[in-house]
């Protein structure tokens, strides 16, 4: 969030619900019928659920927060920070590609696999933190790529070199200051963070 010119984080929080687990509510007549599928913040196993929380299926993964159902009925998952996979019913790897993926990927045809990879210790981007603000081991610059099935890098879009585009979109100041909440809700400026975009999701648009 934007505070007097800060972007402030919160401090971290314990992933696990302290309530009850499963489905605690179902109102069918207000649902869309059919079935969910979820991992466990990097697990081992990928789970499709009925409506009724009753476990139909699972595949094995490995270090997986996301995955999608494909088209040929076969399962597409992560394993967070170094790989995607494709994943028969049956639990069999059919394909891979490895690289420093991170976060989430979408699948729109065998030519056209748009994932969210990084760049670690980037070099820094002048004027984009305050002076003496700068991350010191570097920046961590997300990209934007497509792959095919044979693995290629087809098209990038490296966000170092779209700063000020970006910027703008956001409605950020310049330089940009970042921080943290404290008790009282109030944003304290600190150092610059390495991982200055973290983009978390990515989807194709149709045109």
Not at 18 to 37: A, D, I, L, N
């Amino acid at each position: 969030m934007l505070i007097d010119g800060i972007i402030a984080t919160m401090p971290p929080r314990d992933r696990l619900s302290p309530g009850p687990r499963g489905v605690r509510t179902y109102v069918p007549h207000k649902c869309f019928h059919g079935y969910t599928m979820f991992s466990t913040a990097f697990g081992c196993e990928e789970y499709l659920i009925d409506m009724n929380g009753m476990l139909t299926h699972t595949w094995p993964v490995t270090h997986s927060q996301y995955a999608e159902l494909l088209p040929n009925g076969n399962l597409m998952a992560d394993n967070y920070g170094s790989w995607i996979e494709e994943v028969s019913p049956r639990g069999e790897r059919l394909w891979i590609w490895k690289g420093p993926y991170h976060h989430d990927f979408h699948y729109v045809d065998d030519d056209t696999i748009y994932l969210l990879t990084h760049k670690r210790g980037d070099a820094q981007i002048p004027g984009f933190y305050p002076a003496g603000k700068e991350p010191r081991d570097g920046l961590q610059s997300d990209i934007v790529t497509q792959i095919n099935r044979k693995g290629e890098i087809v098209w990038e879009f490296p966000f170092r070199d779209h700063t000020d585009e970006l910027r703008q979109l956001a409605g950020l100041p310049w330089p940009v200051r970042y921080g943290s909440l404290d008790s009282q809700g109030r944003a304290l400026e600190g150092p610059g963070k390495a991982d200055w975009a973290h983009t978390n999701t990515i989807e194709a648009l149709p045109d």
